[in-house]
């Protein structure tokens, strides 16, 4: 089954704890991306990238990094989470690096939350 | 700035009655459009897009929206809501990066 999968779902951590979430795509698209989801604010996002070793800024950088040494596999690393990372996560990704296809698929979501 | 509005934060209506939800964008040029859904508990899920021809576009479970370039909107509507249509909903521009509204929480009444 074609997905997008993210773990942990739900997390509780503590101030300066660091954290991956792990995203992965069993569909061989070369767009992943991630992004945060904050009431009344919608989706921002993280970080991008459009292919292997191709990484970029979005909106909301600050404090996360991302790794893309293999197709399928985005994580998110929070080095030193605070708790204005309290959030839901959610990782997607598209077949083309320009998203033409217009498709973003998701993943189910991480909650996170940081005291 | 570029933006992506959806006006109404939280709408309420009754089992079969029609739904309209407002998007508006600011871009300069057409961009490519979305419509998403995110039910409770789960990612998001695309219903439609528009990218270019008839402004009409018909997308799943029963929803259409219609791209009006005078007024740089991209409503969503269906003739008659289902409980299982309660969720929360989120427009999205493609220009050079997928930008998200805000969103828009429908909640059913039976």
């Known amino acids: 089954e074609a997905q997008v999968t993210q773990n942990p779902r739900y997390l509780i951590t503590v101030t300066g704890k660091k954290l991956t979430v792990t995203c992965s795509q069993n569909m061989n698209h070369e767009y992943m991306s991630w992004y945060r989801q904050d009431p009344g604010l919608g989706l921002r996002q993280i970080y991008y990238s459009m292919n292997v070793e191709v990484t970029d800024k979005g909106d909301v950088p600050e404090g996360y990094k991302v790794s893309r040494k293999e197709k399928r596999n985005f994580p998110l690393i929070l080095e030193s989470p605070s708790p204005n990372q309290t959030s839901l996560y959610f990782c997607?990704?598209?077949?083309?690096?320009?998203?033409?296809?217009?498709?973003?698929?998701f993943g189910e979501g991480s909650r996170l939350t940081v005291l | 700035a570029q933006s992506v509005t959806q006006p109404d934060i939280h709408i309420t209506v009754s089992e079969g009655a029609s739904l309209e939800l407002r998007c508006n964008y600011s871009?300069?040029?057409?961009?490519?459009l979305f419509w998403y859904v995110q039910s409770p508990g789960q990612g998001l899920q695309l219903l439609l897009k528009?990218?270019?021809?008839?402004?009409l576009v018909q997308g799943i479970k029963g929803f259409e929206a219609e791209f009006k370039r005078s007024q740089s909107s991209f409503n969503l509507r269906k003739p008659s809501v289902h409980w299982s249509d309660a969720a929360e909903y989120f427009c999205?521009?493609?220009?050079?990066?997928?930008?998200f509204g805000a969103g828009t929480r429908l909640t059913v009444k039976p």
């Open positions: 999205a521009v493609l220009n050079n990066d997928m930008r």
């Open positions: 997607a990704s598209s077949l083309s690096a320009g998203l033409v296809s217009g498709e973003l698929f």
């Open positions: 871009y300069g040029a057409t961009p490519y």
């Open positions: 528009y990218f270019s021809g008839d402004t």
